[in-house]
Nanobody, 116 residues
């Protein structure tokens, strides 16, 4: 069982930056892919960014060039650096840990509000 705790959300102005952190309760081995999702009010949850155990990354088109996902396996933590924030980035951001056999775990989310 993996427990995930997100932090770093809050209020930012358009064009500003925030850095989200996701602390895992156990070692983030290479068999785990870490992902960030978000859910805006009235919308479905969508994947924002992912990073494999080997460091490969993938991003939603809407955040490419603005967001950067990273992980520090020594600290059991994944990060999402969000730059040039836009009002449409306003959402609850969730951390997700996916094991190679398909088992996954979710954090409880951290809220991001971007004002125009």
């Amino acid at each position: 069982q993996v427990q995930l705790a997100e932090s770093g959300g809050g209020l930012a102005q358009s064009g500003g930056s925030l850095r989200l952190s996701c602390a895992a309760s156990m070692s983030l081995l290479r068999i785990y892919t870490m992902r960030w999702y978000r859910q805006a009010p009235g919308k479905q949850r969508e994947m924002v960014a992912a990073i494999t155990g080997g460091g490969g990354t993938d991003y939603a088109d809407s955040v490419k060039g603005r967001f950067t996902i990273s992980r520090d396996n020594t600290q059991n933590t994944a990060y999402l650096q969000m730059n040039n924030l836009k009002p449409e980035d306003t959402a609850v951001y969730y951390c997700n840990c996916l094991r190679v056999d398909g088992v996954e775990w979710w954090g409880e989310g951290t809220r991001v509000n971007v004002s125009s």
